[in-house]
């Protein structure tokens, strides 16, 4: 009833009343995302209008936009140099903003196992990433609305979901308290209220603290207070990181719970292998939907079918999947994933390599652009061998999670040869075991050690990078 209210009464009224149109955008791209006839057509229009954006209203792309007669844009946005984070950070603001200042925009600061980036939004882009919000949820449960929910973000998340505004979260008492304090109609106050609203009332959404990484004894005091939550109020959704998804899975079993409500289950960022995803699905007996995206641009794609192949936004964003010279990788080849964000004209993100690694699975035929992505993790985090064998981080992932105890891992190379292991683990396991399948896996001369650990630390993300490689580099 609720869902009817706001869907055909509440949202198209608010949006008459005020600038936003979230929903209607929301609307147009699911019908888009359907639609495999007229997506080229818009996605033309959308990558044109930004790219001349660009070129015309900042001082860093007009020297690196060069079209020439009877090219496409999609022929001319692959030459284009490709960016990183630096190419941002060292231009911002002046260079990389455009000179005309609406006065609506927003700084955004992504949050990443390889730093922050600053990232100015308008009142369009910032419609789009809620319109997208709507749309990760219609595809993943059926319901654009949401069903009642629980979040839990890492930890550097916290800035961006609620937890350092003023006032109480529930949103009764946040109404009064503003009134009381004489700030019911300040603009910090109605941007709250209106956060609150969309949490609590059109996501039904609890956002909930991180959950510490502690030796499991402590950890269990958190994660038995969440999943008693999750039981007593019915909730359909779990949003978190993998790592914590696997440990409110272990101690469910633990205590042999069932989550007759609970239908969907979705990463929080990170990246989860078969061994990981089989763990936590049979825990919950839910579906397990992997929302692809990232804190510069937004929402990226969703998979539909299944949880590792992500169909992309065609209305969000262009990707590629690239070598290192910056050619468009064949297919099922593993290659880096570089964006351009469709509805930034505050700050153009132009062939953006968001730092993770993919394999092609379906390209368009007439743009030439990838249109469903395998995700094979953070190219950081992958190791290149001497003998020329490329090792993924969803592969490292599988020889540790194939062991049900293990709660966590670190894989640190030290040289080309030589490796330090640390494990986490419930009970004791096959160390012997675990250290011949890293054997093979890495072509190692003998066996390495393997350390056990109480806990391992997050990085100041607040997410968990689990291997890290002797040089960052890449070879396709």
Not at 9 to 33: A, D, G, N, Q, V
Not at 130 to 149: D, I, M, P, Q, V
Not at 191 to 208: A, H, T
């Amino acid at each position: 009833m609720l869902n009817a209210f706001l869907t055909y009464f509440f949202i198209p009224i608010f949006e008459k009343c005020s600038r936003t149109e979230f929903w209607s955008l929301y609307r147009k791209m699911l019908k888009e995302f359907s639609n495999t006839t007229s997506h080229l057509h818009i996605e033309a229009f959308k990558l044109n209008k930004i790219l001349h954006n660009a070129s015309e209203n900042t001082e860093l792309w007009p020297s690196l936009i060069n079209k020439k007669d009877n090219q496409t844009v999609f022929q001319l946005l692959k030459t284009i140099p490709i960016s990183q984070k630096s190419t941002y950070a060292q231009g911002f603001p002046d260079q990389v903003t455009v000179r005309k200042h609406t006065g609506d925009w927003q700084y955004l600061s992504s949050a990443g196992t390889t730093g922050r980036m600053t990232v100015v939004v308008d009142f369009e882009k910032r419609d789009y990433l809620r319109a997208a919000e709507h749309l990760n949820l219609k595809l993943a449960t059926g319901c654009a609305l949401g069903y009642k929910s629980v979040d839990i973000p890492p930890s550097a998340c916290n800035l961006v979901c609620g937890f350092t505004d003023q006032g109480p979260e529930p949103l009764v008492q946040f109404f009064s308290w503003a009134l009381k304090k004489n700030r019911l109609f300040a603009k910090a106050t109605l941007s709250d209220f209106r956060g609150r609203f969309e949490r609590q009332i059109m996501l039904k959404r609890e956002v909930l603290m991180p959950i510490n990484s502690v030796p499991w004894k402590k950890m269990c005091e958190q994660l038995d207070i969440y999943l008693d939550d999750i039981i007593e109020n019915k909730i359909h959704i779990i949003r978190a990181l993998p790592h914590f998804l696997l440990w409110l899975a272990k101690r469910a079993e633990q205590r042999e719970l069932t989550f007759p409500y609970v239908k969907t289950l979705l990463p929080y960022g990170g990246l989860a292998g078969k061994e990981l995803v089989k763990t936590i699905t049979h825990a919950f007996q839910a579906k397990y939907t992997n929302v692809y995206g990232t804190g510069e641009v937004g929402s990226i794609g969703c998979a539909t079918s299944d949880p590792h192949v992500v169909d992309v936004y065609s209305e969000m964003v262009c990707l590629e999947v690239v070598d290192e010279c910056g050619v468009c990788v064949p297919l099922n080849t593993p290659g880096r994933v570089v964006v351009t964000d469709l509805n930034n004209f505050a700050m153009p993100i132009i062939r953006y390599e968001i730092g993770d690694l993919a394999e092609v699975i379906q390209y368009d035929e007439q743009s030439g652009l990838p249109k469903k992505i395998k995700i094979l993790g953070r190219i950081q985090e992958c190791i290149d061998l001497p003998s020329g064998k490329f090792v993924t981080p969803v592969e490292i992932q599988d020889v540790f999670f194939q062991f049900s105890n293990v709660i966590n891992f670190k894989l640190e190379q030290v040289t080309s040869k030589i490796f330090k292991v640390s494990v986490v683990c419930l009970n004791d396991i096959d160390t012997d075991k675990l250290s011949e399948n890293l054997q093979f896996l890495l072509n190692l001369p003998k066996p390495t050690s393997i350390k056990i650990n109480e806990f391992i630390m997050p990085e100041q993300s607040g997410k968990f990078l689990s291997v890290k490689t002797m040089k960052k580099g890449y070879i396709g």
